[in-house]
């Protein structure tokens, strides 16, 4: 994999896909730990709270597969969460040994705070104008739905081909 040194050459690895993904999550999660800090949370504490904001009300047992996370992570994540109040878990009605986990209003509010910090996060990091961060979003918002269908096609040919 070697680069003609013109930036044009998609194999070489600084411009892999995923090369540069991976390189911008570890940058955009370093700095949102920083802008997250003086909120007390994470954005491992983020996320779970825009999970269960999206979703609704989720069964515990669910949410290690749906966060990528062992149960251990989750079960520490949800109890620092529930100690400051933002999420509740409930017993299910359905089995009673189990529990859901659902979002609370506080957990809305610290979200909404949150959302505003990640906002000015992109901006400032990305750079991009706003019609450049929509089309990203777009992309990226395609490539995870062709990722949850494991479809290699892309999304637009599988769609019009219905």
């Known amino acids: 994999m070697s680069s003609s040194g013109d930036g044009n050459d998609l ?38 709270l825009t999970l269960l904001r999206d979703l609704g009300e989720q069964p515990q047992s669910e949410l290690p597969q749906a ?12 109890n620092s969460l ?42 400032r990091l990305l750079g991009l104008e706003p019609t450049e961060l929509c089309a990203l979003h777009t992309l990226l918002a395609k490539a995870m739905i062709n990722l949850a269908n494991g479809s290699h096609t892309p999304l637009a040919q599988s769609t019009s081909a219905q």
């Open 11 to 48: 194999k070489s690895p600084e411009n892999m896909v995923g090369v540069m993904m991976n390189y911008i999550l570890r940058r955009m999660q370093a700095e949102a730990d920083k802008d997250l800090l003086p909120h007390g949370m994470k954005t491992r504490h983020a996320v779970v």
């Open 67 to 78: 966060l990528g996370i062992d149960a251990t992570g989750v079960v520490a994540l949800l």
């Open 82 to 123: 529930e100690d400051e109040g933002l999420i509740e878990r409930r017993r299910s009605p359905e089995d009673r040994r189990k529990h859901n986990v659902l979002i609370t209003k506080a957990g809305r509010r610290r979200l909404a705070d949150i959302e505003n910090v990640a906002a000015d996060l992109e901006q």
